[in-house]
């Protein structure tokens, strides 16, 4: 069972406006939760790194939370462009590795 | 950030050649490179873990007679697929690590990826 289960798998929403992404993980302990963004066809690029100590982190119209006594996560889109489509990859570091979610598949329409 | 190349961006190749892919951090020194593997629609899967240097470690149930990593200098990590064949056709990924940068942690930076299609 993969140890890091993200939600929706796939969503699509009009530009312009905001979306939530949700992670739930299992990994324990770990020493920092990122989020990553995926066009296609192309590398994950970082958006956010968090300690398990901090509790929110943004950059720019991205703004991600972590609350570690529930272990979830989440990536706020905050007036969506549509270069915002791609998929949105929830990875924790742990046991040495990064642990990866399967993504979220977000396409921003006109 | 900093920034990881691959090269070539795309392969196609027949069916029992051998194909190398090239990682390149090109702005910091990695002692640590990765290789993914990524299947659409699903998420990167390590394939193995590269110390320049030494020989690389492999994840479980990854040939490592099939995937030939070389992690020659602290820039340069390859990954040679030999004998492919059709069911390696898939999105290679390599990622370097800054071991505990400026800001206190591990962090790994990702390349752009190299498309393999074998036929």
């Known amino acids: 069972k993969n140890q890091v289960e993200q939600s929706p798998q796939s969503l699509i929403i009009l530009e312009g406006k905001n979306c939530t992404l949700q992670?739930?993980?299992?990994?324990?302990?770990?020493?920092?939760l990122r989020w990553y963004k995926q066009d296609t066809g192309r590398g994950p690029v970082s958006l956010t790194i968090m300690t398990f100590s901090e509790n929110t982190k943004s950059n720019g119209r991205y703004t991600a939370t972590l609350d570690a006594d529930t272990k979830q996560s989440s990536l706020h889109i905050t007036a969506s462009q549509l270069s915002d489509s791609a998929s949105y990859i929830c990875v924790l570091w742990g046991w040495g590795k990064l642990q990866f979610g399967a993504g979220t598949q977000v396409v921003v329409t006109p | 950030g900093a920034v990881v190349s691959q090269h070539p961006s795309w392969v196609i190749c027949k069916s029992g050649t051998s194909v190398k892919i090239e990682c390149r951090s090109l702005?910091?020194?990695?002692?640590?490179m990765f290789w993914y593997r990524q299947f659409p629609k699903q998420s990167l899967m390590l394939m193995a873990t590269s110390n320049e240097g030494s020989k690389a470690t492999y994840e479980q149930g990854v040939e490592k007679d099939k995937f030939l990593i070389n992690h020659a200098s602290l820039t340069l990590s390859t990954l040679t697929v030999t004998s492919a064949h059709p069911e390696d056709s898939s999105f290679y990924i390599c990622?370097?690590?800054?071991?505990?940068?400026?800001?206190?942690?591990?962090?790994?930076?990702f390349g752009p990826g190299t498309r393999l299609t074998v036929l």
């Open positions: 702005d910091f020194q990695a002692t640590t």
């Open positions: 990622s370097a690590r800054v071991e505990r940068s400026r800001k206190g942690y591990n962090e790994q930076f």
């Open positions: 992670c739930n993980y299992t990994v324990s302990p770990f020493s920092n």
